[in-house]
T-cell receptor, first 115, second 112 residues
Framework: DAGVTQSPTHLIKTRGQQVTLRCSPKSGHDTVSWYQQALGQGPQFIFQYYEEEERQRGNFPDRFSGHQFPNYSSELNVNALLLGDSALYLC??????????????FGPGTRLTVT | DAKTTQPNSMESNEEEPVHLPCNHSTISGTDYIHWYRQLPSQGPEYVIHGLTSNVNNRMASLAIAEDRKSSTLILHRATLRDAAVYYCILRDRGSTLGRLYFGRGTQLTVWP
């Protein structure tokens, strides 16, 4: 049973460019959340997708957008990249509803470097 | 969102017990206490969670204070593979959304 997978593993972009990160959830999961983790910090919630809609959003600008596909996989898009967007981007999958679902499964992340 | 306070770092010797503390003085009655850990170069992984009673699983034990304002994650015999950042997180039982609020966690170093 494959866990959460993310691609690519590493990515280097230039300021002002756009980037797309991809995530496949754990088999059987229908909800995907994205987190940004700066060096030395804990992960910060970006947004969550369920039934192909954004359900909750953290304190991130509109440059960050996402999409969920019918097969539950998801993309994170970041436009007009800034140096401060350099971070590890984590995808987590889970089941909805989550009152009784206590565990999120995280992928290994995509390391984005903006130069 | 209820916040948690953890020490920045702790150290242990291999095969010794480790007690990782977490303070959450503003916890509400509907908050679950969750612990995740993040091994080097990996995403976080779930460790354990509880509400009021102490909990045990194959990875660890969770001891919750009677007033629920603090908790302790217990690793009974630390191994080198337990070296990681440990996060204590509060999550509203009534929430159907999966948002987790991570702090900076405790960096656990295990010495051979």
């Amino acid at each position: 049973d494959a866990g959460v997978t993310q691609s690519p593993t590493h990515l280097i972009k230039t300021r002002g460019q756009q980037v797309t990160l991809r995530c496949s959830p754990k088999s059987g999961h229908d909800t995907v959340s994205w987190y940004q983790q700066a060096l030395g910090q804990g992960p910060q919630f970006i947004f969550q997708y369920y039934e192909e809609e954004e359900r909750q959003r953290g304190n991130f600008p509109d440059r960050f957008s996402g999409h969920q596909f019918p097969n539950y996989s998801s993309e994170l898009n970041v436009n007009a990249l800034l140096l401060g967007d350099s971070a590890l981007y984590l995808c987590a999958s889970s089941l909805m509803p989550q009152q009784n679902s206590y565990e999120q499964y995280f992928g290994p992340g995509t390391r984005l470097t903006v130069t | 969102d209820a916040k948690t306070t953890q020490p920045n770092s702790m150290e242990s010797n291999e095969e010794e017990p480790v007690h990782l503390p977490c303070n959450h003085s503003t916890i509400s009655g509907t908050d679950y206490i969750h612990w995740y850990r993040q091994l080097p170069s990996q995403g976080p992984e779930y460790v354990i969670h509880g509400l009021t009673s102490n909990v045990n699983n194959r990875m660890a034990s969770l001891a919750i204070a009677e007033d629920r304002k603090s908790s302790t994650l217990i690793l009974h015999r630390a191994t080198l593979r337990d070296a990681a950042v440990y996060y204590c997180i509060l999550r509203d039982r009534g929430s159907t959304l999966g948002r987790l609020y991570f702090g900076r966690g405790t960096q656990l170093t295990v010495w051979p």
